[in-house]
């Protein structure tokens, strides 16, 4: 009996305990404070956590895929047990490249590839949604063929992937033989042949996300610490142990995390049910491989919400700041200083150090002194940023002195004595914008072959069409795809010598005169050949294709007159317009399948240099696309921070608001010094980001600078943030300030 009730009695004092604790949190407004944070914290992490299982289920699921639509080749000797014949090509979309698919059955009842239910017929395709959205203005649903087979999705890696099938009107004579679809050490096509490691993305999730949850999990843990302060000593007091403690504090935290965690699991539900876009990187996240580890994603929240309990639980509060200004020592005002000036000395160093010394040539050089200069300058940044909030502050008091405002006098003492809340904040933001900048920009470097192709199309402007994978075509099909032509074209072969000879390799421009004049290029004399490569030619298109012509080769071009629809040794095609008219690359791609056998391609000269570009860089938003998420978990991070400091700065106001009979003091001084200092922060970050990214924009790295787009989506979502805790903190302090007596201040 006495065992029942010292049960009950125990339950009844843990009960207690548990909603002292949950008062004890609704009871204050710094106590509120640390509920939202707490539940901010655990959807962080909750999230962050759930990140790694999309990663896993993403490549797991595209891995089935292409294990099971990979096709089973077998050898010429064995071609009789074959079914089809299977040839993979690619084509452009937008400047990317993509997989072209070319299939012919063999057999009666063949197997089609997964994804189609039937072989399309001969001339005709299918293609995958991706394709057709990404590739509506280019005419893509009839390029290859009309579609007579839907594109199912179980035949694609992912919902976006870009994938066409297509049947020819004659035999595959190039292709391999394939007896059956399903290997999972068989070739990579499509979307898996070109994606990243997933290591990469463990990576990244940890040091744009997970880091910075658990960073605001700590700031949460610590938010309303005098509070916690005060009902530490009083249950130290009673002589209160430390289980009873551990008991308030669970029952103060727990409601917090189980929102945050109901919260996150809410989000996951509906997120693993749906295929999102995700802006910049062209991709769809496929919800059939999500909701395979759907549970995954439940258990993610629910770990989240351990580890922020425990976090909660075990980090000790700091203590209170006390409201006396503390001198600095002069040593570290001293240090202070010298360190601030060290910042516009190492940004001298990032931007000329490579001038001065000669490395301005050499990539791996130029990198030492900017490289030196980079990192001083971002750890000397928070001195001068706090050196710098503090002479503002000094000077909006001053200001505020001379035009009789009394919000600018308040808010310029409380900055020119306080400037270290709101230095870390500014620090904070340009921290992150500085390093994802300096990141963003590393990944977009642009090599000098690169660079020449991109300025050559630039020359170019779409007048001009390559036409590779022609040699081996009968004169009789080159001859038909040329007489097929739009009128007002003009015709370029170009030939390699079937027995060059030692030396220099001699290519052959050949075409009419009139073609050869409509290109730009030099008209060959009476009696020899002209060189191109050596020769002014007549216009800058001219010097383009020439350099086209012989990019990467130790090759000399010539211009000849003569046919064009000879293949031996028939290299590429130029399709050329008018002078300020353009080529319709749909068009020519339409006739090219139309005409030729599988294997063609038709696209601006150089496109083997910029599609790989685009992909390399459209691969590259992956990191700007986490960094956003890294600018907002930061930027609400510290914005907690800086409310908790602001909120003993509204409760010390309270008596000026109280005396002056107007809110409008404290408003305008709120403003002032909290969405003040964010702006402060966002143009200091904005502009510290773009000015360490110049040096990089010029040789020998010749990387592309970070977008307007970014930058400006950056901006705005810190912005919002200031904005919102900027509002509640202010509607926070007017409820304290009403409820203010006078206390012998």
């Known amino acids: 009996m006495r065992r029942h009730k010292a049960a009950r009695t125990s339950t009844g004092l843990t009960n207690a305990l548990l909603r002292i604790g949950r008062s004890a949190a609704l009871g204050t407004e710094s106590g509120r404070l640390r509920l939202v944070a707490l539940c901010a914290a655990t959807f962080a992490v909750a999230v962050s956590l759930a990140a790694y299982v999309v990663v896993v289920a993403t490549y797991e699921g595209r891995d089935t895929v292409q294990a099971a639509r990979s096709p089973q080749v077998v050898s010429e000797s064995h071609k009789a047990e074959a079914i089809a014949r299977w040839q993979e090509s690619f084509d452009t979309i937008g400047g990317e490249q993509y997989s072209v698919i070319y299939v012919e059955p063999l057999t009666e009842n063949a197997t089609p590839p997964p994804g189609l239910r039937s072989w399309p017929a001969p001339g005709h395709s299918a293609v995958s949604y991706g394709a057709l959205a990404a590739g509506a203005d280019e005419e893509i649903a009839t390029r290859f063929g009309s579609m007579d087979v839907p594109f199912e999705a179980n035949g694609l890696a992912s919902t976006a992937e870009h994938l066409i099938y297509v049947r020819p009107t004659g035999h595959v004579k190039e292709g391999l033989y394939v007896k059956g679809w399903g290997d999972a050490a068989g070739m990579l096509f499509g979307e898996p042949a070109s994606v990243q490691p997933a290591t990469g993305f463990y990576v990244l999730i940890a040091a744009t996300w997970l880091t910075p949850a658990l960073c605001l999990t700590v700031i949460a843990a610590r938010t309303g610490s005098a509070a916690r302060d005060r009902r530490q000593a009083v249950l130290h007091a009673l002589g209160m142990g430390r289980r009873h403690r551990l008991l308030i504090d669970l029952g103060e935290a727990g409601p917090p995390v189980l929102v945050g965690s109901a919260l996150a699991c809410l989000t996951l539900w509906i997120y693993q049910g749906t295929n999102w876009p995700l802006p910049g990187v062209d991709y769809v996240m496929t919800a059939g491989y999500v909701q395979k580890h759907a549970t995954s994603l439940y258990i993610c929240a629910i770990a989240a919400a351990v580890v922020v309990t425990a976090v909660a639980l075990t980090v000790q509060p700091r203590m209170s700041v006390s409201p006396h200004v503390r001198p600095v020592a002069r040593d570290r005002r001293s ?155 003009a015709e370029l072969a170009v030939y390699e010598p079937s027995s060059p000879m030692a030396g220099q390799l001699t290519l052959q421009i050949s075409g009419s005169r009139a073609a050869l004049r409509q290109a730009g290029l030099p008209l060959p004399g009476a009696r020899r050949q002209v060189s191109v490569t050596t020769a002014n030619t007549t216009s800058a298109r001219g010097r383009a294709l020439a350099s086209v012509t012989t990019s990467g080769r ?132 904005a502009g510290f980001a773009l000015l360490l990214t110049l040096p990089m924009l010029k040789p020998p790295i010749n990387a592309q600078g970070v977008p307007l787009p970014l930058a400006g989506a950056a901006v705005s979502i810190v912005m919002a943030i200031a904005c919102v805790i900027t509002g509640w903190s202010i509607w926070i302090t007017l409820r304290e300030t009403a409820r203010w007596r006078p206390a012998g201040e």
């Open 335 to 489: 240090l202070l200083r010298t360190a601030a000036w060290l910042c516009p000395l190492a940004l001298g160093v990032a931007f000329y150090g490579p001038g001065l010394l000669g490395f301005d040539d050499k990539e791996f050089l130029f990198l030492v002194p900017y490289t030196v200069g980079a990192l001083l300058a971002l750890c000397s940044l928070p001195s001068a940023l706090a050196l710098f909030t503090a002479r503002c502050g000094k000077a909006l008091a001053a200001w505020g002195r001379r035009s009789s405002s009394a919000s600018s006098l308040l808010a310029g003492r409380w900055l020119a004595t306080k400037p270290a809340a709101l230095a870390r904040v500014i620090v904070s933001v340009v921290m992150v914008m500085g390093v994802s900048a300096q990141l963003y920009t590393w990944n977009n470097r642009v090599s000098p072959s690169e660079a020449g192709a991109r300025q050559v199309q630039q020359v170019l402007s779409d007048s001009v069409i390559k036409v590779q994978g022609v040699d081996r075509n009968s004169a009789q099909r080159l001859r038909s795809f040329v007489d097929s032509l739009p009128d007002g074209l």
């Open 554 to 685: 130790p090759a000399d071009a010539a211009t000849t007159v003569g046919p064009v629809t000879s293949p031996n040794g028939l290299a590429w095609l130029y399709i050329v317009a008018q002078p300020g008219q353009k080529v319709s690359g749909p068009e020519i791609k339409r006739l090219a399948n139309a005409h030729l056998l599988p294997g063609w391609t038709a696209d601006p000269p150089g496109t083997e240099w910029t599609s790989g570009l685009a992909l390399y860089q459209e691969q590259g938003w992956w990191l700007p696309l986490f960094a956003l998420g890294t600018v907002m978990l930061l930027a609400f991070t510290t914005c907690l921070a800086s409310m908790a400091e602001f909120l003993r700065f509204g409760r010390s106001m309270a008596p000026v608001v109280v005396i002056a009979g107007s809110r409008r003091v404290f408003v305008r001084t709120a403003l002032l010094v909290f969405l003040g200092g964010f702006t402060i922060a966002v143009a200091a970050g």
